[in-house]
C-alpha cells in the first residue's frame, strides 16, 4: 500500500515542480508529486535555449528526464488531480491534508507549481500547431521566425511591442487583434504605423495547416491571411485557485507572491514557476524557483538546533 505521508506534496510535475522533487529528495526528504500530466510542456516544443542542449530538446523529452531524475533519488510521482487542500494544526506543528479523487495525502510542507492556462480563443483546433509553428514566447520562439510569414494574434500595447521586436527576425508580419475593436493605444498604433506593420481588426475563428504547419489564420467571413507561424498573445490565466483557497496571497492578475527564496505569506507553503511572477517564464526560471522552494522547504523542516 502507498504511502500517504510526506515532507513535501509538490503540486505541479513540470519543470518547477520536478526541479523542486530533485532537490529534496537528494535532502532525503519523502517527497510525493501530484501532477495531472499536462502543461506547457506537452507541446511538439523543441526548446533551443535550455542551457546543455546543442541541438535542443523536446519539451516532452525533458520533463521525462526530470521525472526520471527525481524518481532515481526516491521522489514518487501520482498522475492525479487534486480537489483541495486543508491546513491543520496538530499539537505543535502544522499539517496539509491534499485531496485527490483517489487519495488523501498529509504534508509537512506544500510546494505549488501549478503553472498557467493559455488563452487561444478564436482557435478551437490549435493543439496540432502548438509548439511547432503555434507560439507564445518570443524568448523561446522568436528565432523560429525568421524569414517567415507570420501573424501576431493580441489586441494590447503589450501585443503591439512584441510584434515590433518580432521584426528582428522577420520583415513579413500581420497582427490580428482578434477583436472588431481596436484596444491598442495611439502611441503603439503610430508604432505599428511607422514599421509597417499591418494591423487587421477582425475576430479569427481558426487556424488551417497539416502536420503540425500552419498554413493560414482564418478570419471572420472565411478571409485567411498567409502565414508559416502564429503567435498568440493573448495572455494566460495562473492555475493559482487552490493556493487561494488556503489564503495564499496572489497578486491583481491572480499569480502568486513570493519571496526571493519562494516562499509564501502561508508558513511551509511555498510557489514556483509559471504560477508566480516573480521571475520570466522560462523553463530554466521555473527550474531556479523550484530548486530555490525546495531548498526554503527544506530548511523549515529542520529541528531548531539544525539552523543558525
Known sequence: ???????????????????????????????????????????????????????????????????????KFGALCQEESVSMIRREHLQDETQFRVQTAAQTYSARTIIIATGVRDHYFGLPEHQDFLGASLFWCI??????????????????????????????????????TNSTELNISAKWQERL???NVPVVV???????????????????????????????????????????SLGVAVDEK??????????????????????TRLFSHQIVTAAHEGSMAAQAANYDMYLPEQRL
Not at 228 to 243: R, T, Y
Not at 264 to 272: E, Q
Request: include cysteine; proline fraction near 3%.
Open 254 to 275: 491572480q499569480y502568486i507572491l513570493t519571496s526571493d527564496e519562494q516562499r509564501t505569506n502561508i508558513p511551509f507553503v511555498y510557489a514556483a514557476g509559471d504560477v
Open 202 to 244: 477582425k475576430t479569427v475563428i481558426g487556424l488551417e495547416g497539416a502536420n503540425h504547419h500552419v498554413r493560414a489564420v482564418v478570419l471572420e467571413e472565411g478571409q485567411e491571411i498567409p502565414a508559416e507561424v502564429v503567435f498568440n498573445g493573448q495572455g494566460a490565466q495562473p492555475n493559482s485557485e487552490l493556493a487561494m
Open 193 to 195: 504605423n511607422k514599421f
Open 139 to 176: 524568448t523561446c520562439d522568436g528565432p523560429k521566425t525568421t524569414d517567415k510569414k507570420v501573424v501576431m494574434i493580441g489586441n494590447n500595447d503589450e501585443v503591439a511591442c512584441t510584434a515590433l521586436q518580432l521584426l528582428r527576425y522577420t520583415k513579413e508580419l500581420t497582427l490580428v
Open 1 to 71: 500500500m502507498m504511502t500517504t505521508s510526506f515532507d513535501t506534496v509538490i503540486i505541479g510535475g513540470g519543470p518547477a515542480g520536478l526541479s523542486a522533487a530533485i532537490y529534496l529528495a537528494r535532502f532525503r526528504r519523502s517527497v510525493l508529486i501530484l501532477d495531472q500530466g499536462s502543461g506547457r510542456w506537452d507541446t511538439a516544443e523543441v526548446n533551443e535555449n535550455y542551457f546543455g542542449f546543442p541541438e535542443g530538446i523536446h519539451t516532452r523529452q525533458l520533463r521525462e528526464l526530470g521525472l526520471q531524475q527525481a524518481q
